[in-house]
């Protein structure tokens, strides 16, 4: 049986002692590496090429970054992130770097091996909490989506729409270009692009129209 070669990264010793520790004790894995940094992560991922990445997601460097590399240069490579926020936003900014799994710190020690398994096997790994927030979410977009489009007879890009959240959210240009991982004139066009789409003078309107 091939084993599920797995790379942990993690600033915090202690954690991946027990990140590693967990695993092999399960003879389906072996940890070929364990790394303290995202830039790190990176690296040592494109050379040892593991099945499965392991991330922290605050570590130096940052992990969602991390993950977006290693997702884009080896597609079969599997990105699990590894955290203790349950922030929402953290979880959409992992999947959207291409991250297959979004794990809290404090998940039992004999869950992570099936949880990985799972992810190799082609599975999400997602706390339950956290997916009936997500679906809650997608729910309430679609309903401000589907007043925009009545109110405005225009359709928006998946972008767009991502950048006219994140405006309602009141963030600046600079934090949405971090958000989605573009440069800060790709925001501005897609600003640009929603005033003149939706007929609305400034940000403050776009606001405005999707709270309606």
Not at 116 to 139: C, D, K, M, Q, W
Not at 148 to 176: K, P, Y
Not at 185 to 191: A, D, I, K
Request: aromatic share 2%; hydrophobic share 40%; proline share 5%.
């Amino acid at each position: 049986m091939k084993q599920i070669t797995v790379l942990v990264a993690d600033d915090h010793a202690p954690t991946r002692a027990d990140v590693v520790a967990a695993l092999e004790q399960d003879k389906r894995f072996t940890v070929i590496a364990q790394v303290p940094d995202a830039p790190t992560a990176v690296q040592t991922a494109l050379h040892e090429r593991p099945d499965v990445c392991l991330l922290d997601i605050r570590m130096p460097g940052n992990g969602i970054s991390a993950a977006r590399e290693i997702t884009s240069r080896l597609p079969g490579t599997k990105v699990v992130m590894l955290t203790i926020s349950h922030d929402q936003d953290d979880l959409l900014n992992a999947l959207r770097a291409g991250a297959a799994g979004y794990l809290p710190k404090d998940i039992d020690p004999s869950r992570l091996p099936h949880a990985l398994h799972a992810v190799y096997r082609g599975e999400a790994a997602i706390p339950r909490a956290l997916v009936t927030r997500l679906v809650s979410e997608f729910r309430d977009h679609g309903s401000r989506r589907r007043t925009i489009l009545s109110e405005t007879g225009h359709d928006l890009t998946s972008r767009e729409w991502e950048v006219l959240e994140l405006l309602r959210r009141g963030l600046s240009t600079a934090e949405i270009a971090e958000r989605l991982f573009v440069t800060s004139v790709t925001v501005r066009t897609h600003v640009a692009a929603l005033l003149k789409k939706l007929d609305v003078p400034d940000r403050a309107a776009l606001r405005r129209l999707d709270e309606r």
